[in-house]
């Protein structure tokens, strides 16, 4: 009978022990009229969540949110074992882009640990940064809406994102990260705002995601490792890419990618990796894109070996140092804006190795579409439309 009520005892300690508390923002003095600043009452929220001995849920209802100037959530000093922003509202930045344009980072998780963001929608309002971008004027960088850096086991789920100034989402030198469900909504104008951008890091997902913007939907950063991206919609952008890659002699590798069931509409490009004409010590390898749709995309596949955008200070006395091998394209099908539905431009100095096709079927407009290769070694199989230049 003692073990009994020990063990009863036991179980409702753990149950306490493991109950989460709650802080809402409102509660906390955010007002929800989008024009008063509410960073105070989100830090306020962040810091009890981050004392709690016990899981935390940040509550943040429905309505407009302004944080007028650049937050980070640290969780060096966290006891809690995990915070959970529950998102119903909308968090929107200053209406002018200089209260934000020079900081790296708007939204900032930084060394934190089991932190988790569900639903909501961050509304960066880049639109007066990319006009002042395309009238040649001088204008801030921009900063990045949502940055993740050096934290792990982290989920961004059903997460909406507008009008970046600058990248969406960043992900630098993380582990264990999950996003689902995420739709980020920009200009197809809209400059250097690519969706999602991985740099530094190992043991990333990326499903059930739709991305329209200005640059790449995904774009894979040096020294990225165990990457699974699926059932990712891209459309309008520049696709999805490995790259760029090369810039710097002394560069990590990125290796175990794997890209499947994507969908991309009217974009640049579909599937690409892109390396700088410059010495390098990088590598890009073993590398699955598998299941792929294009329509009208301008490049469905392409390795870029002398990438330069907008031909600018472009290094083309150099060739390319990056080691390209193992890369697989299959059940890649749909149609091509050019005529080079396939084009492999790899380096002379490190050719291209180990590229397999298997089931490419690309047309262009009701016609066959040709494929280009320089510097490229590797295999084909099953149906290949256009043929294989390999």
């Known amino acids: 009978m003692v073990i009994k009520y020990i063990i009863v005892l036991l179980f409702l300690l753990f149950q306490y022990s493991s109950a989460k508390v709650t802080y809402n ?9 989008g024009r008063s600043d509410t960073k105070n009452a989100f830090l306020k929220a962040w810091n009890l969540a981050c004392a709690s001995t016990s899981p935390a849920i940040i509550a943040v209802p429905s309505g407009r949110y302004l944080i007028a100037s650049a937050i980070t959530f640290s969780g060096q000093t966290c006891k809690s074992k995990a915070i959970t922003f529950n998102m119903y509202g909308t968090l929107v930045a200053p209406s002018s882009y200089n209260a934000i344009g020079n900081d790296e980072v708007w939204i900032k998780l930084y060394r934190v640990n089991h932190v988790t963001i569900s639903g909501g929608t961050l509304d960066a309002q880049g639109g007066p940064l990319w006009a002042c971008k395309s009238s040649g004027k001088t204008c801030p960088q921009g900063a990045t809406t949502l940055g993740i850096y050096h934290s792990q ?35 197809g104008l809209s400059p250097n705002t690519d969706g999602i951008h991985l740099t530094s890091s190992t043991g990333i997902t990326i ?47 990125v290796q175990n990618i794997t890209v499947k069931t994507t969908t991309f509409i009217g974009t640049q490009n579909g599937l690409r990796i892109k390396t700088w004409a410059r010495r390098s010590n990088g590598f ?51 149609t091509s804006a050019t005529q080079v539905a396939v084009k492999f431009d790899c380096s002379k100095g490190s050719p291209c190795s180990g590229i397999r096709l ?27 439309l256009p043929s294989s230049c390999l």
């Open 207 to 253: 499903l059930n995601s739709k991305i329209s913007t200005g640059d790449d939907c995904i774009s894979i950063g040096p020294g990225n490792s165990n990457v699974w991206i699926e059932k990712v919609v891209c459309g309008p952008g520049h696709g999805i890419s490995i790259g760029s890659l090369g810039w710097e002699l002394q560069e990590a590798g």
């Open 284 to 334: 890009v390898r073993n590398i699955v894109f598998k299941d792929a749709t294009m329509m009208k995309v301008k490049y469905p596949i392409i390795i870029d070996g002398k990438y330069c955008p907008n031909n600018r200070n472009c290094p083309n006395d150099q060739v390319s140092g990056v080691k390209i091998s193992n890369v697989a394209f299959e059940d890649v099908h749909g």
């Open 358 to 384: 298997k089931n490419v079927n690309l047309v262009y407009v009701g016609k066959p579409a040709i494929s280009s290769c320089s510097y490229a070694a590797g295999t084909a199989s099953g149906i290949l």
């Open 153 to 187: 086991n982290i989920v961004i789920s059903k997460l909406r994102l507008l009008n970046s100034q600058m990248f969406h989402i960043a992900v630098y030198a993380c582990t264990n990260t999950k996003l689902q469900g995420v739709n980020i909504v920009a200009s």
């Open 25 to 33: 923002v409102v509660t906390l003095g955010a007002k929800t009229d």
